[in-house]
């Protein structure tokens, strides 16, 4: 038996003082506040056991990585009509290029790209009598903790900046493929991208897609059959245009954020999440690939 607890302690004591951390976020100004030297380790096994280090108990924007817990709802309501209107293809560019939309006739590659994430958060506009009280309801559900929350200050932010959600949103709409008004989804996908979250909810939440589509408090949400496509879509897609890289290092499907949060999993196994804000030049946490790097090699436990 693994001691896990040891082996992210290990790998904590190996990062926690680097000086090459990389570079928060700052094009959403709200995100710029936070501190570079900020590093959590949480991870949940299927077990129920669980261990941690560092920061893992603050609370930080998980941006992109609620782009999963979208497309979740959003597929539970529509089944596999979704793939007529996102793709699933890893798009090898950055997470808000909108060239391949535009030569693609507006289906985008995938829905963990920005252009994907809007046509999901357009499914869940159109599904949800209100939309941003409904999601924030699932996510704390699946999580088993109604003490989380969308962060207003960032939503604020991004809603004054995000000039490229706005152009990928007109441009689906003009390939008719977003069916709500542009201003409703995107004040939707902004609060999405918002929601705060230490790195033990982060693990909670996810811990359905390492748990066979059942969530912390046992409720099946998925089945299998979408379970499977959720880590295989987190696995070619789940890292922008680094996706082969996080692949080929850690070797986990996962996703991650430019709040500098990485949530990776085995399924049937764990679900672990890193939280170190300083991001490298395609906007991953720098140490927390590093760390799971690390984790997977230390204990041989990746998908491979
Ligand atoms: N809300 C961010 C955006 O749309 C999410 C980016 C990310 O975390 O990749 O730009």
């Not at 995100?31 to 560092?54: E, P």
């Not at 490229?164 to 989804?185: E, T």
């Not at 395609?282 to 927390?288: F, M, R, T, V």
Request: aromatic share 10%; charged share 20%.
């Amino acid at each position: 038996m693994i001691d896990f607890q040891n082996v992210i302690e290990e790998i904590h004591n190996d990062l926690k003082l680097t000086t090459q951390r990389g570079v928060v976020a700052s094009y959403i100004p709200e995100l710029a506040k936070q501190r570079n030297t900020s590093f959590g380790i949480y991870l949940k096994h299927v077990s129920g056991d669980n261990c941690h280090v560092g920061d893992w108990d603050k609370p930080f924007s998980i941006q992109s990585i609620s782009k999963v817990l979208a497309l979740s709802k959003a597929i539970a309501f529509e089944g596999n009509n979704i793939w007529k209107r996102v793709d699933v293809e890893p798009s090898g560019n950055p997470f808000n290029h909108l060239s391949l939309l535009e030569l693609e006739n507006g289906i985008p590659r995938n829905p963990l790209i920005n252009a994907g994430a809007i046509v999901v958060a357009d499914i869940l506009v159109t599904h949800l009598k209100n939309p941003k009280e409904d999601f924030l309801h699932y996510v704390r559900g699946i999580s088993g903790d109604q003490t989380i929350d969308y962060n207003l200050d960032v939503a604020t932010s991004e809603q004054r900046t995000g000039f490229k959600n706005y152009a990928a949103a007109n441009l689906l709409k003009s390939f008719n493929n977003l069916n709500n008004d542009v201003d409703v989804v995107l004040d939707f996908y902004f609060h999405q991208c918002a929601l705060e979250m230490n790195c033990e909810q982060l693990a909670n939440a996810f811990y359905l897609f390492s748990n066979r589509g059942k969530c912390v408090n046992n409720i099946q949400h998925l089945t299998l059959s979408q379970i499977k496509r959720i880590n295989a879509i987190m696995l070619t897609c789940g890292f922008y245009d680094e996706a082969g890289e996080f692949a080929f290092e850690v070797g986990l499907p996962g996703k991650s954020g430019v709040g500098g949060g990485i949530v990776a999993l085995l399924p049937n196994n764990f679900v672990i999440v890193t939280w170190a804000p300083g991001l490298n030049a395609k906007g991953n946490s720098l140490i927390g690939m590093q760390a799971l790097e690390q984790f997977t090699t230390k204990t041989n436990r990746s998908i491979f």
